[in-house]
Nanobody
Framework: VQLQASGGGLVQAGGSLRLSCAAS????????MGWYRQAPGKQRELVAT???????NYADSVKGRFTIFRDNGKNTVELQMNSLKPEDTAVYFC?????????WGQGTLVTVSS
């Protein structure tokens, strides 16, 4: 499975960005897709996941501001990020879980200026 993420960039605090990730290759039986992020000097952390037909899970820090979407027909997952804060600055990685394997995209940088 290959994952290609896009949509990062520079935005002012309070603004919005939408990240997109497209899966290709052996995409059948992908069960979970999601987004993680890694800020400078910090460990990678979960942002949001979507499982199967649409069960979602969010980090407490993004609940109410971020929304994850999945299009199973197109094998894409998107992350709508609203009310962005400087602490959301990080490299965002999309991920996909298929059977016992986890796949990662290359990361896209999101920078939120104050």
């Amino acid at each position: 499975v290959q994952l290609q993420a896009s949509g990062g960039g520079l935005v002012q605090a309070g603004g919005s960005l939408r990240l997109s990730c497209a899966a290709s290759g052996s995409t059948s039986s992908i069960n979970v897709m999601g987004w993680y992020r890694q800020a400078p000097g910090k460990q990678r952390e979960l942002v949001a996941t979507i499982i199967g037909a649409g069960r979602t899970n969010y980090a407490d820090s993004v609940k109410g501001r971020f929304t994850i979407f999945r299009d199973n027909g197109k094998n894409t997952v998107e992350l709508q990020m609203n009310s962005l804060k400087p602490e959301d600055t990080a490299v965002y990685f999309c991920s996909a879980g298929r059977y016992t394997a986890i796949y990662w995209g290359q990361g896209t940088l999101v920078t939120v200026s104050s």
